[in-house]
């Protein structure tokens, strides 16, 4: 059985204006899902015609737009103006969101409690968890002595699927993560039944900018990238 052409727009050689994604008349690259998913893309298609999930399209589409400011310039340079927490809040109030689920890690508890504030002088209520909800020891999971971080003590295990649970029950309208392991913000996405948006994600070296890595990866972070 021969390889398959998987989709790789990663390693597309055209630049990002030139792409078939990009306009009509656009370029495309070995293992171009826009010039060979054809099949794919009307699927997708269909599923933006339902009512709710075309809505809250059309509102993430609408807010895109609205982070940059002097779009009726001509020539347009991109000017963005507006953080993620304001987006976040724009978005949520377009939708008509009320109730929001603050899902945290306990590293960034300091940071939680910020954004809490912020997002309930908004008018939001907030329902927030914190990973080490419910105070289940990491033995429960089949964690070692060895596997601990602080070797020898007691530890409490993440818990996000309680995390999920927590705010399934509150009934949140859009929930935020803040700061998750990887891997227990994949558990929180799988339990979660509300649309979930991403404030920050972890990075314990570059001070939660995981970019950052990647833009030195040239360089400094050279040793990675072999």
Not at 161 to 172: D, E, F, G, S, W
Request: glycine residues 8%.
């Amino acid at each position: 059985m021969g390889k398959k052409n998987f989709s790789d727009c990663a390693s597309c050689q055209w630049p990002p204006a030139e792409r078939l994604c990009m306009g009509s008349k656009g370029k495309a690259s070995k293992g171009c899902p826009t010039a060979g998913s054809k099949d794919l893309t009307d699927l997708a298609g269909k599923q933006y015609k339902k009512r709710k999930i075309g809505e809250f399209a059309r509102q993430a589409s609408i807010q895109e737009g609205e982070c940059y400011i002097e779009r009726d310039k001509k020539p347009y340079s991109l000017h963005p103006t507006k953080t993620r927490i304001q987006e976040i809040c724009e978005f949520a109030r377009k939708m008509n969101y009320n109730r929001l689920g603050l899902v945290f890690c306990i590293g960034l508890a300091k940071e939680a409690a910020i954004v809490g504030e912020i997002l309930k002088k908004k008018g939001f209520e907030v329902v927030s968890a914190v990973c080490k909800v419910g105070g289940v020891p990491k033995e429960e999971i089949g964690i070692t002595e060895e596997e601990k971080i602080y070797i020898g003590e007691y530890e409490s295990m993440c818990n996000p699927i309680l995390q999920a649970m927590i705010v399934n029950a509150a009934q949140t309208d859009f929930n935020l993560l803040l700061g998750l392991c990887v891997g227990h913000d994949s558990l929180f996405f799988k339990y979660a039944k509300a649309p979930t948006t991403v404030l920050a994600v972890k990075d314990r070296v570059t001070g939660h900018n995981p970019l950052a890595a990647i833009y030195l990866s040239g360089n400094y972070y050279s040793w990675f990238n072999k």
